[in-house]
């Protein structure tokens, strides 16, 4: 087993012990109710990375490469997801602009391109998700992370996710003028970067919920994923 795949399964493994809070609404006036609607976001947000990253761990023991590739990538866009509404929510609460933070976590909740397009009355805008990995971007630079990086994982994740030609061609064997499918699976590996992911999914949900402040244990229980002893740490590397 790999040093990232081990510390993911251990990730995974913590994940599936935390109880997640009943939310109960406290106190009235616009800023219980963003704290209330801020909450089930980011309660949600972290009960919906723990379904990705198991289903992720299982496709990957099962060499399932195209449908990991896939999930790896739904798990990338809650990170860019967790950190862009983070980016929004968190200069709205500090300058206590409870109308910006109302609109901002009532987005965040029901952001839907299908309804946008499809529902009458017009339904919440919706965001486009290349604007949210911009986001990720940018918070990865901060804690270190060279420029450029996640718009460039996203892309790849995105080639193998789609019928483009890098997924299509992993089953060609292209000799000449003769092209054969290949019977044995060609291994398209997103493991290596997906705890990096997995970071930025419970560091988004951890800062959104210290926003807050009323669930510190489940804060602590965060903290104590990201820095769990594996061989590989839950962090984003570094890069010169």
Not at 170 to 175: N, Q, R, S
Request: aromatic residues 6%; glycine residues 4%.
């Amino acid at each position: 087993m790999s040093d990232s795949k081990a510390t993911l399964k251990v990730a995974s493994q913590r994940l599936d012990q935390v109880s997640l809070p009943v939310l109960v609404a406290q106190g009235a006036g616009l800023s219980a109710e963003v704290a209330f609607r801020g909450r089930m976001h980011a309660v949600a947000l972290l009960a919906h990375a723990r379904e990705l990253l198991g289903s992720f761990i299982l496709l990957v023991e099962h060499a399932r490469w195209p449908a990991s590739t896939a999930v790896a990538r739904c798990l990338f866009e809650l990170a860019a997801s967790g950190f862009y509404f983070l980016h929004k929510l968190k200069p709205a609460l500090e300058t206590a602009d409870y109308d910006e933070a109302l609109r901002v976590v009532n987005l965040a909740m029901s952001s839907s391109r299908l309804m946008n397009k499809y529902a009458s009355p017009p339904w919440t805008e919706s965001i486009n998700v290349l604007t949210m990995v911009e986001s990720l971007d940018k918070a990865l630079v901060r804690k270190g992370v060279t420029s450029g990086r996640a718009q460039r994982s996203y892309s790849l994740l995105s080639e193998f996710s789609h019928p483009n030609a890098a997924a299509l061609m992993l089953y060609l064997a292209v000799e000449g003028r003769e092209v054969h499918i290949r019977e044995s699976r060609v291994k398209v590996d997103p493991v290596p970067g997906a705890h990096i992911w997995l970071y930025a999914v419970l560091t988004s949900a951890r800062d959104l919920l210290s926003l807050y402040g009323l669930d510190v244990c489940l804060v602590a229980h965060i903290d104590a994923i990201l820095t769990t002893d594996s061989a590989v740490p839950l962090h984003p590397p570094t890069t010169p």
